[in-house]
């Protein structure tokens, strides 16, 4: 049902890179849990997890739209293949280098360990509105599950999406308020029960409210391929442009998102929806200006050293909760962890897992692939952490 453009898809290196800085974003956020490294940074860095999103959409649209599709479980397949081996690599750091008593939550039944491992290994675990499931094990890990899902629904939500692009947005937006809505109703018929929901962890992880970001990401790539891939403009007006952009987007994370929901008191479920993912338009916006590296910042963000450093983004993501875990417990009493430490070995460890595990990954599947298909001519070097 699904395969990639037969001709040269264009490598869009400072999109790469922007998967640097949003991975950056969270992992900025986390370390405050651990250390004051980044004592007073705005809450809402954890939107990179929102910028990921979107730029999934993009990417995935970028490189896979075409009139010719086959292959759907080809695709979910090359899918699991960039997610599932660096999810597996992480746990079993998680396992071998935590204390046990930091490793995860516990509990009974569905709460249990076992049952709790086993969601995360097949990527079920964001569809449960419980935080002991949805956190559990290594808590990153909640996104790639949501993103599994978007995985499963790309190939439909790509049918005719030059044409159809702005019914598709305006649905997963009602169906994302529609489900945020029914959730904060449901959860308080649960107040005061051993296992209620609560109306955060119901919503935040689940694919039908997150979705919306990711088609929003599809969305923008029609828009930018038919308005702004081709716009001609002078290196100095694209420079201008994207650093607006930039600074844009800087504001609304540090302030301007936080003072925006302060007007959504009395809106419970409209609060929840802006705060948990009220950056994307903003990201959007970024994303669709620097794409093309036509100004300053673009050219910037093709700089090799940022392109390799987003290349291990992913890596570096799922990776970073778990080492700052081993940090903060278990070698508490034997060093004294400095950001030069920490990011230096976070640097190391997503660059051996980024060449020992993605790409040799990536080269067995293509390999797989190539056997029984030679559409598959995607460049080696384009997008691949696309997740």
């Avoid at 651990?34 to 939107?47: C, D, E, V």
């Avoid at 308020?177 to 935040?204: E, L, P, R, W």
Wanted: hydrophobic content about 55%; charged content about 10%.
């Amino acid at each position: 049902m699904l395969s990639a453009n037969s001709k040269s898809v264009e490598n869009l290196k400072p999109l790469t890179s922007l998967r640097f800085f949003a991975a950056l974003m969270i992992v900025s956020w986390h370390s405050v849990m651990f250390y004051p490294w980044f004592a007073g940074a705005p809450s809402y860095l954890t939107h990179g997890v929102s910028f990921f999103f979107v730029l999934s959409g993009f990417i995935l649209t970028h490189v896979y739209i075409s009139k010719k599709q086959s292959g759907y479980f080809g695709f979910v397949r090359d899918r699991i293949a960039r997610l599932w081996p660096v999810h597996v690599f992480a746990l079993c750091v998680l396992v071998v280098f935590v204390r046990a008593d930091s490793v995860t939550f516990d509990g009974q039944g569905l709460f249990s360990k076992p049952v709790q491992l086993g969601l995360n290994l097949t990527l079920m675990h964001s569809i449960f509105p419980f935080e002991k499931i949805m956190f559990s094990w290594n808590s990153v890990s909640w996104s790639i599950s949501t993103e599994f899902f978007f995985y499963l629904a790309f190939p439909f939500l790509v049918i005719g999406i030059r044409n159809n692009w702005l019914i598709k947005l305006l649905l997963t937006t009602l169906v994302s308020a529609i489900f945020v809505f029914s959730m904060t109703v449901f959860s308080k018929t649960q107040s005061g029960q051993d296992i209620g929901i609560n109306m955060f962890y119901a919503a935040y992880s689940n694919p039908l409210f997150r979705g919306v970001e990711f088609v929003l990401g599809m969305s923008l790539w029609v828009v930018w391929d038919r308005y702004v891939r081709s716009y001609q403009a002078t290196y100095l007006f694209w420079s201008a442009v994207e650093i607006v952009a930039v600074l844009f987007a800087v504001w609304w994370v540090c302030y301007g998102i936080a003072h925006a929901i302060t007007y959504l008191d009395n809106f419970e479920s409209a609060r929840l929806m802006v705060s948990t993912m009220g950056s994307c338009w903003v990201f959007a916006i970024l994303i669709g200006v620097v794409a093309s590296g036509r100004g300053i910042v673009g050219s910037v963000l093709s700089n090799r050293v940022l392109v390799y450093l987003g290349e291990i983004s992913f890596s570096s993501y799922m990776i970073h909760l778990v080492l700052l875990k081993v940090f903060a417990f278990s070698l508490a009493g034997y060093i004294q962890t400095t950001p030069l430490m920490y990011f230096s070995a976070l640097l190391f460890l997503a660059s051996v897992s980024y060449w020992m595990i993605e790409k040799p990954a990536q080269r067995l599947l293509r390999s797989k692939k190539k056997a029984a298909s030679k559409d598959d001519s995607i460049p080696a070097a384009s997008f691949q952490n696309v997740n």
